[in-house]
Structure formats: structure tokens, C-alpha cells
């Protein structure tokens, strides 16, 4: 069930209290992984970056000609609590509920403020319901007021695979991207039935100069490597709502026009750069 919000767009929201207390991830330990052979092994050092490869089947026994990306953390464990006499594990960046955008922005943000926090702050300017951002503009907006004093970003309209992306991309920026997404959170085409954020930290370019991205979301640890011309006609394919199978009984607010419409998702994405994190430079 969907409803259309009747303005557009919002103004930007009010800066919020800085005294809010989040978690401080904890540094993320190495990824301990077992790959047969000698595949991807010119990525021995960065182990994340060689299993993503390895299971997206990219650069198996030859090195890219380039390759960079941001130091994000993916999902971590930062504690544990007791409930009904049992240890419940505590995670940062883990998606909890349709929040992958606030999610995807709070891993861009380093936890500070993290996607809860951003949950209240969009339900309070009305920009979602449950967490759900089927607008690129709203999230466009709740990225140039957490980005102040840490870099600048830019709402970008039409097709990803284009010299304007990957020319940020090479000098060290990255995106907040909308895309459908597979069973394996890879992009797909299904009109917008399955959109999902993923926030695109680097970059990969094959022997063949075939053009990768290397990407986080909310849902798995793994550094996700995807085609960017499969992740660009999955952005483009953005154009219907549908109700999440996980959601039967929700409802889920929509910007005027749909998530195909000026205010929605479709070939929108968010480009960001001039953040402080660490670039690492892998060739």
C-alpha cells in the first residue's frame, strides 16, 4: 500500500541536536576467506576486495589495470544485550527493516549519526513511513546537511555509466545509488519492484576495460563488485512501486509523481566527495 505525498519537494530539515550519543564501530577485523588456487591472488593484501572478486567472478587470474576504493566499514558487531535471558548480538550498519537508504548514508557517515537516528529525523520531515525512501530528492537532502564541514554532494540525474560518474569515482568520490535488487543484492531489472540503496565506494577496471563498482549496503558484509553498466540499467529501470513481500500490511510513502517521477528514483543517484576517509589505492 503506498501513498503519495502531496508537496514537493520538502525543505531541507532542521539541524539536529549534535549531543545525540551514537556507537563507534570498533575496527573491523581482516576477512578470513578460502579461495582455491591462485584466483584473484593479486588481491592477497585487501582481502575483502579479493573475496568480492572472487564471487562475482571478476578478475579471477588477471589484475585490473585500476583499482580504488574508500575505507567504509561494512556491517559490524559492536556488542551484545540481554533479552528474556538470552544474549542478543548488536550490529552497526546491519539493515534493520526497509531503511536501506538511511543505512547506506549512515555507512557514508561512519555510524555518526546512525540509521535510526536518521529514521527519526525522516519521519519527522515526512519523508518516509517505516524507513523506506522511494525519493532520490529526500535523500539528497538528508546527505547535504549531514555532509556540512565533511565534503560536498550533487543530485545526479541520468544514466550512471557516464564519464561525469566514473570521472568522480577516479578521483576518489563515491555514490548513494538506487538499483533493483537480486536475491544475491546484485542489481537487476524488475521495474522498481525490488529497489534497494547501496552506497559505491571505488572502482575496478579489467584487462578487457570492462568497468566495475565496488559497493556496501546494509545487508551483507561482503564488498559487493557489480558491472556498472548492469548497476546503470538497473537504476534506469526504476519506475513502479510495488508492496515488499516482507510488508504485506505496511503502508509506504511515495514522493509525488512515483518512484519513476522527478522526485523519485529513477536515473537518480547521489555523488559525493571531499570526505576524509582513507582512499586505498590498490593499483
Known sequence: MSHISPVAPPPPPPPMNSGVQTLVAPREPKVVINIPGDECSWALEYPELQK???LSRVCQYAPPQRCQYYSVPSI?????VLKRSAWILTFLFFQVGPTCGLTALSMLLGGQPTAMDLLTEAIAQEYTLNGELFSGQYLFELTKKHLRGRGACQLHQGHLNCSKVTELLSAGGCLLVPYDADVNHAPCLKSGHRAHWALVVGFLVDIQDKYYVLARHGKTRNLAVWSLDLLSQSNANLTEFAQPKGYPDNDFLLPPGGIGGPLGLNER????????????HVR
Open 269 to 280: 543517484c547521489i555523488l559525493v566527495n571531499g570526505l576524509p576517509q582513507q582512499v586505498i
Open 52 to 54: 568480492g572478486c572472487y
Open 76 to 80: 559490524q558487531q559492536v556488542g551484545c
